[in-house]
């Protein structure tokens, strides 16, 4: 966190000084650095127990190299179920989650740390390279029979079982990403950066990768069939994604399911332990239908 902070400081001092078209250098790191927290006693111990495995993917949007991301394994059930974190952090966080699936014997769990994130190589990261790397982890280990997202991991699995043409018996989302250029504008308004230099910005985004930020709507993104079995919690007083974007894109896709968690907050839902034995019997009883 000492280094976003640090980011956001130099961001707010060049916004003084600075004309918009110089603004871009800071404004990269600003979107794209997904801050790393310290393991826990209890998530070093889930990553003593996991079998490591590692995929490579490349990074031709910050580092120009091949990129090592690291991912884990605990069970050995013939049903797996993928856990893909959000932003900036890490498969170990899921411990809690984690821990009580493994309670059943029917699952292999398989997570990763996306790149830039925990201990998978990185500093900056994106969307594109969450989904690479996600691509990539299913291709070591198998097409999973239930994903399991939190907020960038969410739209990430949407992306990445598409474009793999992938469909789950169960598919959870929590607290999902809906809108990315909205996300991208509120952390640059957060920072002072006007409206000029965020337009730089986007534009500068769509130079870069071909597309614009927009494209990155879940709305658009979200191509399963209306008998996907897919189970989405999140709070109503998420102060991360502001909830009437979920609740367009839920309107445009009546058949998913939903429960909310009212206060449980954006980053510590996955923490809640109504959440973890929601998605415990929601998996129980997806396996038991199939």
């Known amino acids: 966190m000492k280094k976003l902070k640090q980011i956001i400081q130099d961001v ?55 990129l090592n991301i690291n991912a884990f394994k605990w069970g050995n059930g013939k049903n797996k179920v993928l856990i893909t974190h959000g932003w900036g952090s890490k498969a170990a966080d899921f411990d809690g989650l984690i821990t009580a699936l493994l309670t059943n014997t029917d699952l292999q769990i398989v997570a990763l740390d996306a790149p830039a994130c925990g201990s998978s190589d990185g500093e900056l990261s994106n969307l594109l390279l969450f989904v690479n790397a996600t691509k990539a982890v299913i291709a ?34 929590i607290a999902p990403f809906i809108l990315l250029q909205e996300n991208f504008i509120k952390n640059m308004t957060a920072a002072g950066v006007s409206p000029m230099a965020q337009q730089n910005f986007l534009e500068d985004f769509k130079a870069r990768y071909g597309i614009c930020p927009s494209y990155y709507n879940m709305s658009d993104l979200y191509i ?52 973890t034995n929601d998605v415990a019997e929601q998996v129980r009883v997806a396996l038991a239908d199939k």
């Open 224 to 275: 399963f069939d209306t008998d996907l079995d897919h189970w989405l919690a999140y709070d109503e007083q998420d102060m991360m994604l502001p909830d009437v974007y979920l609740q367009d894109f839920l309107k445009e896709h009546p058949s998913i399911k939903t429960k909310n968690y009212s206060g449980a907050g954006h980053e510590r839902i996955i923490k809640s332990a109504a959440l």
């Open 12 to 66: 707010k001092a060049r916004v003084a000084q600075s004309n918009p078209d110089e603004m871009n250098d800071l404004l990269w790191p600003l979107i794209c650095y997904p801050p790393k927290m310290p393991l826990r006693l209890q998530q070093e111990q889930l990553l003593a127990d996991a079998e490591k495995f590692s995929v490579v993917v490349p990074d031709p949007y910050f580092t120009q190299q091949q």
């Open 140 to 173: 070591a280990s198998g097409k999973p029979d239930i994903a399991i997202g939190h907020s960038f991991g969410a739209m990430t699995n949407v992306k990445a079982l598409s474009e793999l043409n992938v469909t789950p018996t169960l598919l959870i989302s």
